[in-house]
């Protein structure tokens, strides 16, 4: 017999359907995860869901879920090689004088 939990709206939930979603939250990523993950702007990390950076990431209703092991080779291969500033660097403090030669 499942075991019936009442919510906050008064909906009934099956302990089940409970212990399913907690257990794809320690897996995986959404939008809004990802970009805090990767210093990106949401829209940023959207953009890379639709544009299947992630290659086993699939979409739920409008929201994204993306595994961890894909977040974490994305930032390990693409961004790691980009050297670009993060959010809160100015572009001043990322880029090193160049020597001059005379």
Not at 28 to 41: K, M, N
Not at 79 to 92: A, D, H, Q, V
Request: glycine fraction near 4%.
């Amino acid at each position: 017999m499942p075991v019936l939990i009442e919510n906050k709206r008064r909906h009934t939930v099956d302990q089940t359907i409970l212990d399913t979603i907690a257990a794809i939250a320690e897996r995986f990523y959404t939008v809004s995860q990802i970009a805090e993950y990767l210093d990106v702007e949401e829209n940023t990390a959207r953009r890379y869901c639709n544009g299947g950076e992630f290659p086993h990431a699939y979409k739920l209703g409008r929201d994204w879920l993306v595994p961890i092991e894909d977040v974490a080779a994305y930032k390990r291969d693409r961004l790691g090689k980009m050297g670009r500033p993060r959010k809160n660097e100015t572009i001043n403090q990322s880029v090193k004088p160049r020597k001059r030669t005379a």
